[in-house]
């Protein structure tokens, strides 16, 4: 009788609860590989110590807890500052209102990147989104400095009326020579797709150029 199968076997299984599960329902158009932490470990663990695959989904974790505008915002830093705008002699703070300098930010973030201590170099951030046995590159996840309003962004991106936030985006290029990442913005889904809701692939070149 211990090999007799029940008949509703398939509705007995379904009703069996393990628990939460890991697995990923979520659809999403970035590589699972592109959200692994990189760390400095042998891959052949000495007993006793912890294995690669546990560190690598401890500092997954630790990292999606963290968010670049609540890390900015504990230092007293605001985001929307952080961007050069036009000068404007007619509307200029006096000392009292500021508390500080009175002469506008005019110095762009690049002046301050150090790459000196990367984990990965612009080219490995790339390559994140290439799949085993895939042809198509797809977007790497990051975090941009964006305008809200992206008409005037494109038009002015120094205006005044616009406010800058930290918005998700998807790395589909980088440019060596100006040392600038092409970013889009994911959508309310988290994805990234064109106007035609096409997956963004290999930085939108298509094929025909």
Known sequence: TQFKMPEDFKIVLDKQA??????????????????????????????????????????????LTFDIAELLASKGIDSNELMPRHYDPDNMPTIEETKDSVFPIYLPLKVF???????????????????????????????????????????????QELIYEWIDVGVLDYDKETDLYLVHKTDKNGLVRDEEGRPIVNGGITPEG
Request: hydrophobic share 25%; charged share 30%.
């Open 18 to 63: 393990v628990g939460p599960t890991t697995e990923i329902f979520t659809e999403s158009d970035f590589p699972v590989q592109s959200f692994k932490p990189k760390v400095q470990m042998p891959f052949q663990r000495v007993p006793g110590q912890c294995p690669r695959k546990v560190e690598i989904e401890r500092r997954r974790r630790l990292y």
């Open 113 to 159: 990147d150090n790459d000196e201590y990367d984990c990965r170099t612009p080219e490995e951030w790339i390559s994140l989104g290439l799949e085993p046995g895939s042809l198509n590159r797809k977007p790497v996840p990051g975090k941009a400095l964006l305008p809200t309003d992206d008409v005037l962004g494109h038009e002015d991106p120094k205006s």
